[in-house]
């Protein structure tokens, strides 16, 4: 791992051990986040393919098993259990009727709605139950870390 020039070895320490107990925290939480969704069947990778089709729209199934990281055979099965469900539709395209996109129904933005509004529910009440005011705000700006250091690009060791 490289680190600045100059940068004591306690620090970096302290860091590390900063970074792992962030890492151990965000992942029971995301666990926990998880447990609150009642759609029986629904495995995340499911569920991760409709939130993308949420936010991208149409795509192909090619682009699909890319941006999910999924073995063409993963995705087959995933997306039919998803479009028995009545969650994605298949459609051709207009131009190249050997092209197929596929896309989110309204069932499936459902399912997702219902999702968030459950954990979001779940997640304001322990929020008041077990934070003061100051400790919420503090996690208000937490999130917002969270959601830069998600932006960040992999950083490489210098040669």
Known sequence: MWWPEGEALHHRENVL??????????????????S?????GLSLSKLSILS??????????????GYEQLQPQS??????????????????????????????????????????R???????????SSLTQAERGILSVAAELLEQLAETERVTEPS
């Open 36 to 40: 609150e969704r009642s759609e029986p």
């Open 75 to 116: 995705l087959t099965r995933l997306l039919a259990d998803l479009e028995h469900r009545n969650y994605i539709l298949r459609q051709r395209d207009k131009t190249d009727r050997r092209q197929m996109f596929i896309q989110i129904t309204p069932a499936g933005r459902e399912i997702l709605a219902r999702g968030a």
């Open 52 to 65: 993308r089709l949420h936010w991208a729209g149409s795509l192909t199934a090619t682009d699909l098993a």
């Open 118 to 128: 459950q954990q979001d529910s779940w997640l304001a009440n322990a929020m008041v």
């Open 17 to 34: 051990a900063d970074a792992s107990i962030l890492r151990r925290g965000v992942t029971r939480f995301a666990r926990r986040l998880r």
